[in-house]
């Protein structure tokens, strides 16, 4: 069986597996990561969102082949950590706004947020409304006006 290695949340990590498995059953079931839940499976309601080298992307969509030894895929679990806290900015805002009602998508909608406010950063520019509005992760339970303040305020503090 083919061997995979990259780095999650700072660890470099080996699996055996095959090609075609995608990345977040390597996550959930061979490696117990279970922040990035998994939802649609086909890369729609987005509740497994996670970061491949500081960007979004939805590992239920892409099979453990495409990752190089020095990918670096960050979940939830591994986000504090790049702000060296034990939560990070926009965990925070996120608790502050109670935004959670069943939480289910919660990981994969704060994974998008943070990957949004860092690309906008970094085109120079603050978050604005029609850049909220791209985020395509769906909340079933319906706590979009909540969501979005949570983004403002987060992106305060990061």
């Known amino acids: ?16 597996v095959e090609d075609d498995v995608r990345i977040l059953w390597v996550l959930r079931d061979l490696l117990g990561v279970t922040g ?3 939802g649609c499976g086909i890369n729609v ?4 969102t996670s970061h491949i ?25 591994g986000l504090p950590d790049t702000v060296g806290a034990n939560l990070h900015p926009m965990q925070e805002a996120w608790l502050d706004r109670d935004v959670a009602q069943c939480g289910y998508c ?14 906008v950063r970094d085109e120079g520019r603050a978050i604005s409304e029609a ?19 949570a983004i403002k305020q987060g992106a305060e503090s990061m």
Request: hydrophobic share 35%; proline share 6%; charged share 20%.
């Open 1 to 16: 069986m083919p061997q995979h290695t990259f780095v999650l949340n700072g660890e470099s990590v080996t699996v055996d």
């Open 36 to 38: 990035p839940k998994y």
């Open 45 to 48: 309601c987005k509740a497994c």
């Open 53 to 77: 080298n500081g960007k979004a992307f939805n590992p239920c969509s892409v099979p453990v082949s495409a990752l190089a030894d020095d990918d670096e895929v960050t979940t939830i679990e």
């Open 106 to 119: 919660q990981p994969g909608q704060i994974m998008a947020a943070v990957a949004l406010v860092r690309k």
């Open 131 to 149: 850049d909220l509005d791209t985020i395509r992760n769906i909340c079933r339970c319906g706590t979009y006006t909540r969501i979005r303040q």
